[in-house]
């Protein structure tokens, strides 16, 4: 019989990402007949598993269709679920969902706005997430001052930071008139935590303004405002299914170890 890693089923289930279900899987939090799963339990059918305590039933495992939004996130907002200083989040925002939720692909931090793409398959957030992908990510960038040719040679030929080097795949100017602040695309292919300010910093360029504006084959969609969100289409999933390698959507199976 067919079988299926058992965080895998349960991220497809939108339950969390499979990096999440792993690591509950480890804790303890998951078990499959009665038994305490471990990771690398293999998962088939008609079994019975149980999340924290609770009966993950066979609806939530059945499968339905993948479903992603994109999200204009404005600044001031952070991508968790919840924050002991009580500061807003971008789930407060979201439609809510009936035996799922939105799982966000990757982050962008308090000081940045823009494209935040979400799911509610946990399978293709995580490779849309995964560095071996290697997916683009576009930024609209205002800095202080201009980039001339040197600096943007040394930005997309890569500079050493603390935690190894990185580059800009390409730096394309968008408003280079006489005003101080000046505004560029940036474009590279790492998720890496704040890594555009920080290749920009490197050089000594202060950012006063950044947006994702595209996500592998997905741009921020033109004229949507601050806060709103608005879901994919069938063929957007798709190419974005695509990019990571997910065809057609298989039927999820239900658990034993092999």
Known sequence: MTSEKLQKVLARAGLGSRREMERRIQAGEVEVDGRRAQLGDRVEANVRIKLAGRPVTAAALEPSPRRVIAYHKPLGELVTRSDPEGRKTVFTRLPQIKGARWIAIGRLD?????????????????????????????????????????????????????????????????????????????????????????????????????????????????????????????????????????????????????
């Open 110 to 258: 308090i000081n940045t706005s823009g494209l935040l793409l979400l799911t509610t398959d946990g399978d293709l957030a995580n490779r849309l997430m995964h560095p071996s992908h290697q997916l683009l990510r576009d930024y609209a960038v205002r800095i202080y001052g201009r980039l001339d040719p040197a600096l943007i040679k040394t930005l997309t030929t890569g500079v050493d930071l603390e935690d190894g080097s990185a580059h800009f795949d390409s730096v394309l100017p968008i408003d280079t008139g006489r005003a101080a602040n000046e505004w560029y695309r940036v474009r590279l292919r790492e998720g890496r935590n704040r890594l555009v300010r920080r290749l920009l910093e490197s050089q000594g360029l202060q950012v006063s303004r950044l947006m994702r504006v595209q996500y592998g084959p997905i741009a921020l969609p033109t004229g949507m405002r601050e806060g709103h969100f608005e879901s994919l289409s069938m063929g957007q999933v798709r190419r974005l299914a695509e990019a990571v390698g997910l065809q057609s959507q298989r039927k999820p199976r239900s658990s034993q170890r092999s």
